[in-house]
Protein backbone atom coordinates (compact mmCIF):
# COMPACT_ATOMS: atom_id res chain seq x y z
CA UNK A 1 0.00 0.00 0.00
CA UNK A 2 2.97 2.13 0.08
CA UNK A 3 3.26 5.23 2.50
CA UNK A 4 0.92 5.87 5.08
CA UNK A 5 -1.48 9.19 4.78
CA UNK A 6 -0.80 12.22 6.74
CA UNK A 7 -2.51 13.43 9.15
CA UNK A 8 -3.87 16.14 7.16
CA UNK A 9 -5.06 13.84 4.38
CA UNK A 10 -6.74 11.39 6.76
CA UNK A 11 -8.39 15.21 8.11
CA UNK A 12 -10.03 15.53 4.87
CA UNK A 13 -11.25 12.12 4.30
CA UNK A 14 -12.94 12.21 7.21
CA UNK A 15 -14.44 15.43 6.47
CA UNK A 16 -15.23 14.50 3.06
CA UNK A 17 -17.25 11.37 5.02
CA UNK A 18 -19.23 13.67 6.89
CA UNK A 19 -19.95 15.34 4.38
CA UNK A 20 -21.39 12.53 2.66
CA UNK A 21 -18.96 12.28 -0.17
CA UNK A 22 -18.27 15.58 -1.33
CA UNK A 23 -17.61 19.15 -0.82
CA UNK A 24 -16.18 22.09 -2.10
CA UNK A 25 -12.27 23.20 -1.12
CA UNK A 26 -13.41 26.18 0.72
CA UNK A 27 -15.83 24.34 2.80
CA UNK A 28 -13.10 21.76 3.30
CA UNK A 29 -10.63 24.24 4.47
CA UNK A 30 -13.31 25.82 6.48
CA UNK A 31 -14.26 22.49 8.35
CA UNK A 32 -10.00 21.90 9.10
CA UNK A 33 -9.14 24.65 10.53
CA UNK A 34 -6.14 26.89 10.27
CA UNK A 35 -3.94 25.20 7.40
CA UNK A 36 -1.50 27.13 5.06
CA UNK A 37 -2.77 26.77 1.47
CA UNK A 38 0.46 25.19 0.26
CA UNK A 39 -0.15 21.81 2.60
CA UNK A 40 -3.81 21.92 2.39
CA UNK A 41 -3.05 21.66 -2.15
CA UNK A 42 -0.54 19.53 -1.63
CA UNK A 43 -2.80 16.74 0.56
CA UNK A 44 -5.30 16.90 -2.14
CA UNK A 45 -2.73 16.08 -4.43
CA UNK A 46 -1.31 13.91 -2.89
CA UNK A 47 -4.98 11.88 -2.46
CA UNK A 48 -5.86 12.22 -5.81
CA UNK A 49 -2.61 10.21 -6.76
CA UNK A 50 -3.54 7.64 -4.70
CA UNK A 51 -6.69 7.31 -6.29
CA UNK A 52 -8.92 8.49 -2.89
CA UNK A 53 -10.21 11.19 -4.19
CA UNK A 54 -11.64 13.33 -7.23
CA UNK A 55 -10.15 17.03 -7.40
CA UNK A 56 -13.26 18.92 -9.96
CA UNK A 57 -10.42 22.22 -10.55
CA UNK A 58 -13.02 23.70 -13.13
CA UNK A 59 -15.59 23.91 -10.23
CA UNK A 60 -13.06 27.00 -9.42
CA UNK A 61 -12.92 28.89 -11.97
CA UNK A 62 -10.00 29.31 -14.74
CA UNK A 63 -6.52 28.74 -13.18
CA UNK A 64 -8.18 28.16 -9.58
CA UNK A 65 -6.85 26.07 -6.98
CA UNK A 66 -10.24 25.72 -5.50
CA UNK A 67 -13.27 23.30 -7.01
CA UNK A 68 -15.16 20.57 -5.58
CA UNK A 69 -13.71 17.46 -4.17
CA UNK A 70 -15.22 13.99 -3.97
CA UNK A 71 -14.51 10.82 -2.46
CA UNK A 72 -13.76 8.03 -4.85
CA UNK A 73 -15.60 5.32 -4.11
CA UNK A 74 -14.29 1.96 -4.73
CA UNK A 75 -15.57 -1.38 -4.98
CA UNK A 76 -13.78 -4.06 -2.90
CA UNK A 77 -13.58 -7.46 -2.47
CA UNK A 78 -12.23 -9.34 0.42
CA UNK A 79 -12.42 -13.15 -0.08
CA UNK A 80 -11.91 -15.12 2.98
CA UNK A 81 -10.56 -18.70 1.08
CA UNK A 82 -10.92 -21.11 4.18
CA UNK A 83 -10.69 -19.83 7.66
CA UNK A 84 -12.41 -21.53 10.59
CA UNK A 85 -13.01 -18.01 12.66
CA UNK A 86 -13.46 -14.81 11.40
CA UNK A 87 -10.26 -13.47 9.73
CA UNK A 88 -9.27 -10.75 11.39
CA UNK A 89 -7.08 -9.31 8.88
CA UNK A 90 -9.94 -8.79 6.31
CA UNK A 91 -11.35 -7.28 8.98
CA UNK A 92 -8.94 -4.96 8.98
CA UNK A 93 -8.86 -4.40 5.31
CA UNK A 94 -12.51 -3.86 5.65
CA UNK A 95 -12.00 -1.54 7.93
CA UNK A 96 -9.98 0.87 5.98
CA UNK A 97 -11.55 0.95 3.31
CA UNK A 98 -14.82 1.35 4.50
CA UNK A 99 -13.76 4.69 6.38
CA UNK A 100 -12.25 5.98 2.96
CA UNK A 101 -16.17 5.42 1.51
CA UNK A 102 -15.64 2.02 -0.37
CA UNK A 103 -18.03 -0.14 -0.65
CA UNK A 104 -17.21 -3.65 0.63
CA UNK A 105 -17.89 -7.05 0.17
CA UNK A 106 -17.06 -10.66 1.54
CA UNK A 107 -16.96 -13.83 -0.18
CA UNK A 108 -16.71 -16.95 2.14
CA UNK A 109 -14.88 -19.96 -0.12
CA UNK A 110 -13.39 -19.67 -3.17
CA UNK A 111 -16.20 -19.16 -5.44
CA UNK A 112 -17.06 -15.77 -5.81
CA UNK A 113 -19.60 -13.39 -7.26
CA UNK A 114 -18.66 -13.04 -11.19
CA UNK A 115 -21.54 -10.04 -12.06
CA UNK A 116 -19.70 -7.67 -10.28
CA UNK A 117 -16.79 -5.59 -11.55
CA UNK A 118 -14.15 -5.20 -8.57
CA UNK A 119 -11.35 -2.19 -8.02
CA UNK A 120 -9.16 -4.05 -5.47
CA UNK A 121 -9.58 -7.71 -4.27
CA UNK A 122 -7.89 -9.16 -1.32
CA UNK A 123 -7.71 -13.20 -1.21
CA UNK A 124 -6.93 -14.69 2.31
CA UNK A 125 -5.54 -18.24 2.62
CA UNK A 126 -4.79 -20.36 5.76
CA UNK A 127 -4.02 -23.27 5.02
CA UNK A 128 -1.57 -24.46 2.57
CA UNK A 129 -3.78 -27.30 1.43
CA UNK A 130 -6.15 -24.57 -0.60
CA UNK A 131 -2.83 -22.67 -1.95
CA UNK A 132 -3.28 -23.24 -5.36
CA UNK A 133 -6.93 -22.87 -5.44
CA UNK A 134 -6.52 -19.13 -3.84
CA UNK A 135 -3.59 -18.75 -6.81
CA UNK A 136 -6.25 -19.72 -9.59
CA UNK A 137 -9.07 -17.60 -7.93
CA UNK A 138 -6.44 -14.67 -8.08
CA UNK A 139 -5.98 -15.06 -11.98
CA UNK A 140 -10.19 -14.57 -12.51
CA UNK A 141 -9.87 -10.43 -11.93
CA UNK A 142 -7.77 -9.51 -14.58
CA UNK A 143 -8.97 -5.73 -14.21
CA UNK A 144 -8.61 -5.30 -10.37
CA UNK A 145 -5.57 -4.87 -8.31
CA UNK A 146 -5.24 -8.27 -6.42
CA UNK A 147 -3.70 -8.64 -3.22
CA UNK A 148 -3.20 -12.63 -2.21
CA UNK A 149 -1.56 -13.08 1.30
CA UNK A 150 -2.03 -15.23 4.33
CA UNK A 151 0.31 -18.01 5.63
CA UNK A 152 -1.40 -20.68 2.84
CA UNK A 153 0.57 -18.66 0.52
CA UNK A 154 2.67 -16.59 2.12
CA UNK A 155 4.44 -16.56 5.14
CA UNK A 156 6.14 -12.64 5.19
CA UNK A 157 3.49 -10.57 3.58
CA UNK A 158 1.62 -8.59 6.68
CA UNK A 159 -0.67 -5.54 6.98
CA UNK A 160 0.72 -1.85 6.56
CA UNK A 161 1.09 -0.18 10.02
CA UNK A 162 -1.62 2.14 9.23
CA UNK A 163 -3.99 -1.11 8.81
CA UNK A 164 -2.71 -3.35 11.08
CA UNK A 165 -3.45 -1.05 14.36
CA UNK A 166 -7.10 -0.46 13.35
CA UNK A 167 -10.12 -1.67 15.19
CA UNK A 168 -11.63 -4.42 13.23
CA UNK A 169 -14.77 -4.24 11.70
CA UNK A 170 -16.75 -6.94 13.20
CA UNK A 171 -19.68 -6.32 11.52
CA UNK A 172 -17.97 -8.34 8.68
CA UNK A 173 -18.98 -11.31 10.60
CA UNK A 174 -22.34 -10.98 12.05
CA UNK A 175 -22.08 -14.00 13.54
CA UNK A 176 -18.75 -12.62 15.31
CA UNK A 177 -20.06 -11.92 18.96
CA UNK A 178 -16.78 -11.72 20.50
CA UNK A 179 -13.74 -8.99 20.15
CA UNK A 180 -10.00 -10.87 18.85
CA UNK A 181 -6.79 -10.19 18.01
CA UNK A 182 -2.93 -10.31 18.80
CA UNK A 183 -1.26 -8.67 21.96
CA UNK A 184 2.34 -10.78 21.13
CA UNK A 185 3.53 -12.54 18.62
CA UNK A 186 6.22 -14.94 17.98
CA UNK A 187 7.35 -17.91 20.23
CA UNK A 188 10.64 -18.79 21.36
CA UNK A 189 10.26 -22.37 20.73
CA UNK A 190 10.93 -23.68 17.20
CA UNK A 191 8.76 -27.15 16.87
CA UNK A 192 9.50 -28.21 13.33
CA UNK A 193 5.65 -28.54 12.89
CA UNK A 194 4.66 -25.12 13.28
CA UNK A 195 4.98 -21.85 10.90
CA UNK A 196 5.38 -19.29 13.72
CA UNK A 197 8.90 -18.80 14.20
CA UNK A 198 9.31 -18.66 10.31
CA UNK A 199 6.01 -16.06 10.20
CA UNK A 200 6.76 -13.70 13.23
CA UNK A 201 9.98 -14.51 14.97
CA UNK A 202 10.92 -14.57 18.66
CA UNK A 203 8.33 -13.21 20.57
CA UNK A 204 7.26 -9.84 21.29
CA UNK A 205 4.27 -7.79 22.38
CA UNK A 206 2.67 -5.85 19.53
CA UNK A 207 -0.53 -4.48 21.22
CA UNK A 208 -2.82 -4.60 24.29
CA UNK A 209 -6.32 -5.79 24.45
CA UNK A 210 -7.67 -1.93 24.03
CA UNK A 211 -6.81 -1.55 20.26
CA UNK A 212 -8.83 -4.08 18.78
CA UNK A 213 -11.84 -4.92 22.00
CA UNK A 214 -14.97 -3.46 21.02
CA UNK A 215 -16.73 -2.22 23.52
CA UNK A 216 -19.69 -4.21 23.00
CA UNK A 217 -18.26 -7.25 23.51
CA UNK A 218 -18.10 -9.66 26.99
CA UNK A 219 -15.54 -11.66 25.51
CA UNK A 220 -12.20 -11.48 23.97
CA UNK A 221 -10.15 -14.09 21.72
CA UNK A 222 -6.19 -13.44 22.31
CA UNK A 223 -4.72 -15.49 18.89
CA UNK A 224 -1.30 -15.05 21.07
CA UNK A 225 0.83 -17.61 19.95
CA UNK A 226 3.05 -18.35 23.09
CA UNK A 227 1.99 -15.63 25.83
CA UNK A 228 3.86 -17.06 28.51
CA UNK A 229 7.16 -16.52 27.09
CA UNK A 230 6.86 -12.80 27.96
CA UNK A 231 5.75 -12.97 31.99
CA UNK A 232 5.48 -9.11 31.76
CA UNK A 233 3.05 -8.44 28.92
CA UNK A 234 1.19 -11.75 30.46
CA UNK A 235 0.41 -10.17 33.55
CA UNK A 236 0.38 -6.40 32.01
CA UNK A 237 -2.47 -8.24 30.02
CA UNK A 238 -4.01 -10.49 32.58
CA UNK A 239 -5.02 -6.98 34.37
CA UNK A 240 -6.66 -5.18 31.61
CA UNK A 241 -8.87 -8.34 31.15
CA UNK A 242 -9.95 -8.32 34.61
CA UNK A 243 -10.18 -4.67 35.27
CA UNK A 244 -12.71 -4.96 31.90
CA UNK A 245 -14.96 -7.62 33.71
CA UNK A 246 -14.21 -10.10 30.25
CA UNK A 247 -14.44 -13.50 29.50
CA UNK A 248 -11.39 -14.69 27.32
CA UNK A 249 -10.00 -17.50 25.25
CA UNK A 250 -6.23 -17.94 24.59
CA UNK A 251 -7.07 -19.25 21.07
CA UNK A 252 -3.49 -21.11 21.00
CA UNK A 253 -3.23 -22.02 24.71
CA UNK A 254 -0.27 -22.07 27.28
CA UNK A 255 3.22 -23.31 27.04
CA UNK A 256 3.37 -25.89 29.73
CA UNK A 257 7.05 -26.00 30.52
CA UNK A 258 6.45 -21.90 31.15
CA UNK A 259 3.96 -22.76 33.65
CA UNK A 260 4.83 -21.71 37.69
CA UNK A 261 2.47 -20.98 40.93
CA UNK A 262 2.96 -17.64 39.72
CA UNK A 263 1.61 -17.10 36.41
CA UNK A 264 -1.17 -20.25 37.48
CA UNK A 265 -2.85 -18.63 40.09
CA UNK A 266 -3.04 -15.59 37.02
CA UNK A 267 -4.46 -18.36 34.92
CA UNK A 268 -6.75 -18.68 37.89
CA UNK A 269 -8.45 -15.22 38.10
CA UNK A 270 -9.11 -15.29 34.92
CA UNK A 271 -12.75 -16.20 33.70
CA UNK A 272 -11.89 -18.82 30.76
CA UNK A 273 -14.10 -21.94 30.99
CA UNK A 274 -11.18 -24.73 30.87
CA UNK A 275 -7.38 -23.39 30.00
CA UNK A 276 -5.59 -24.94 27.41
CA UNK A 277 -2.18 -26.45 27.01
CA UNK A 278 -0.62 -28.95 24.20
CA UNK A 279 1.42 -32.15 24.44
CA UNK A 280 3.05 -32.15 20.95
CA UNK A 281 5.81 -34.94 22.19
CA UNK A 282 6.24 -38.19 24.12
CA UNK A 283 9.42 -36.22 25.71
CA UNK A 284 7.49 -33.56 26.90
CA UNK A 285 6.11 -36.14 29.80
CA UNK A 286 7.71 -34.86 32.53
CA UNK A 287 6.61 -31.19 32.18
CA UNK A 288 2.94 -31.92 31.66
CA UNK A 289 2.81 -34.08 34.88
CA UNK A 290 4.63 -31.17 36.77
CA UNK A 291 2.48 -28.27 34.89
CA UNK A 292 -0.92 -30.55 36.35
CA UNK A 293 0.34 -30.47 39.90
CA UNK A 294 1.10 -26.75 40.12
CA UNK A 295 -2.65 -26.55 37.83
CA UNK A 296 -4.29 -28.48 40.78
CA UNK A 297 -2.00 -26.58 43.24
CA UNK A 298 -3.53 -23.53 42.48
CA UNK A 299 -7.27 -24.71 41.92
CA UNK A 300 -7.41 -25.96 37.80
CA UNK A 301 -8.46 -29.75 38.59
CA UNK A 302 -8.68 -30.09 35.01
CA UNK A 303 -7.49 -28.41 31.83
CA UNK A 304 -7.86 -29.09 27.75
CA UNK A 305 -4.95 -30.63 25.97
CA UNK A 306 -4.28 -30.47 22.49
CA UNK A 307 -2.70 -33.51 21.14
CA UNK A 308 -0.98 -33.70 18.03
CA UNK A 309 -0.59 -36.80 16.27
CA UNK A 310 0.84 -38.38 12.87
CA UNK A 311 3.98 -35.84 13.20
CA UNK A 312 7.28 -37.45 13.57
CA UNK A 313 5.29 -40.52 16.17
CA UNK A 314 3.29 -43.42 16.20
CA UNK A 315 -0.23 -44.48 16.88
CA UNK A 316 0.84 -46.28 20.12
CA UNK A 317 2.86 -43.11 20.92
CA UNK A 318 -0.16 -41.07 20.24
CA UNK A 319 -2.50 -43.15 22.17
CA UNK A 320 -0.34 -43.38 24.99
CA UNK A 321 -0.24 -39.97 25.75
CA UNK A 322 -4.10 -39.29 24.85
CA UNK A 323 -5.06 -42.39 27.87
CA UNK A 324 -2.29 -40.87 29.91
CA UNK A 325 -4.07 -37.28 30.16
CA UNK A 326 -7.56 -39.22 30.38
CA UNK A 327 -6.14 -41.30 33.56
CA UNK A 328 -4.91 -37.75 34.92
CA UNK A 329 -8.85 -36.38 35.18
CA UNK A 330 -8.26 -34.38 31.51
CA UNK A 331 -9.42 -33.67 28.41
CA UNK A 332 -8.40 -34.26 25.34
CA UNK A 333 -8.31 -32.42 21.63
CA UNK A 334 -6.39 -34.36 19.34
CA UNK A 335 -5.36 -32.93 15.85
CA UNK A 336 -4.12 -34.99 12.97
CA UNK A 337 -1.38 -33.41 11.17
CA UNK A 338 -1.95 -33.50 7.41
CA UNK A 339 -5.01 -35.64 7.95
CA UNK A 340 -5.16 -36.04 4.22
CA UNK A 341 -1.89 -37.84 4.23
CA UNK A 342 -2.64 -40.12 6.86
CA UNK A 343 -3.87 -43.97 5.83
CA UNK A 344 -3.76 -45.39 9.15
CA UNK A 345 -7.80 -45.07 9.89
CA UNK A 346 -6.85 -45.65 13.98
CA UNK A 347 -5.83 -42.56 13.81
CA UNK A 348 -9.36 -40.29 13.09
CA UNK A 349 -10.85 -42.91 15.41
CA UNK A 350 -8.80 -41.65 17.86
CA UNK A 351 -9.86 -38.00 17.12
CA UNK A 352 -13.36 -39.13 16.82
CA UNK A 353 -13.23 -40.82 20.14
CA UNK A 354 -11.13 -37.85 22.55
CA UNK A 355 -13.11 -35.33 20.48
CA UNK A 356 -16.07 -36.58 21.91
CA UNK A 357 -16.35 -35.53 25.05
CA UNK A 358 -19.22 -38.37 26.26
CA UNK A 359 -17.75 -40.87 24.48
CA UNK A 360 -13.89 -40.16 26.18
CA UNK A 361 -15.35 -40.25 29.61
CA UNK A 362 -17.42 -43.30 29.13
CA UNK A 363 -15.16 -46.10 27.58
CA UNK A 364 -11.76 -46.93 26.13
CA UNK A 365 -10.70 -47.02 22.81
CA UNK A 366 -10.90 -49.92 22.53
CA UNK A 367 -14.37 -50.23 23.69
CA UNK A 368 -15.12 -47.40 21.24
CA UNK A 369 -13.54 -49.00 18.56
CA UNK A 370 -15.70 -52.33 19.13
CA UNK A 371 -18.61 -50.41 19.30
CA UNK A 372 -18.49 -48.09 16.40
CA UNK A 373 -17.42 -51.33 14.23
CA UNK A 374 -20.74 -53.71 15.42
CA UNK A 375 -22.26 -50.48 14.71
CA UNK A 376 -21.09 -50.42 10.80
CA UNK A 377 -21.78 -53.88 10.74
CA UNK A 378 -25.55 -53.39 11.65
CA UNK A 379 -25.81 -50.79 9.20
CA UNK A 380 -24.85 -52.72 6.47
CA UNK A 381 -26.82 -55.74 7.75
CA UNK A 382 -29.94 -53.76 7.56
CA UNK A 383 -29.26 -52.16 4.57
CA UNK A 384 -28.79 -56.00 2.64
CA UNK A 385 -32.52 -56.90 4.53
CA UNK A 386 -33.90 -53.55 3.32
CA UNK A 387 -32.46 -54.32 -0.24
CA UNK A 388 -34.32 -58.27 -0.14
CA UNK A 389 -37.43 -56.69 0.77
CA UNK A 390 -37.35 -53.82 -1.73
CA UNK A 391 -36.44 -56.38 -4.55
CA UNK A 392 -39.19 -58.96 -3.36
CA UNK A 393 -41.37 -56.03 -4.21
CA UNK A 394 -40.23 -55.86 -7.18
CA UNK A 395 -42.13 -57.19 -11.00
CA UNK A 396 -40.99 -61.49 -10.82
CA UNK A 397 -38.71 -60.56 -14.01
CA UNK A 398 -36.54 -58.61 -11.81
CA UNK A 399 -36.55 -60.19 -8.64
CA UNK A 400 -32.87 -61.12 -7.86
CA UNK A 401 -31.48 -58.96 -10.44
CA UNK A 402 -30.41 -56.45 -7.97
CA UNK A 403 -31.23 -52.60 -7.38
CA UNK A 404 -28.29 -51.75 -8.40
CA UNK A 405 -27.76 -53.44 -11.84
CA UNK A 406 -31.88 -52.73 -12.53
CA UNK A 407 -32.41 -52.44 -16.28
CA UNK A 408 -33.14 -48.58 -17.17
CA UNK A 409 -36.60 -47.85 -18.61
CA UNK A 410 -37.02 -49.05 -22.00
CA UNK A 411 -34.63 -51.73 -21.98
CA UNK A 412 -36.50 -54.61 -21.64
Known amino acids: MGRGISGLQKSILEVLNEKKGMASTKALKKAIGRVSDQSFYRSLNSLQKRNLIAWYKEHGGPHSQGGLVSLKRVNVLLVDVDSVIPNLALMKLSAFHKAQGDNVDLSRGPKVPSKIEYDIVYISCIFSRNGRAARRLAKRFPN ?68 FWDRRHKKIVLLDDNILALPQHFKKIAKQIIKEGLRVDFQSGFDVRLLNDDNAKIIKSLRIHEPTFAWDELDMENAVLRGIEILKRNGINRAIWYVLVGFNTTFEDALYRVNRLRELGQRVYVMLYNKEELEDRRYSHLRDWANARMSFASCTFDEYVRTRENGVQKQMAAARKERKKREKQLHPILQGVGIKSMPRHGDL
Do not use: Q, W
Not at 145 to 168: A, F
Not at 182 to 195: A, K, L
Not at 204 to 210: E, Q
Open 144 to 211: AKVHLGGSGVDLKTTLPDEIEHLMPDYELYPECDYSMGYTMRGCIRNCEFCIVPKKDGKAHHVSDIYE
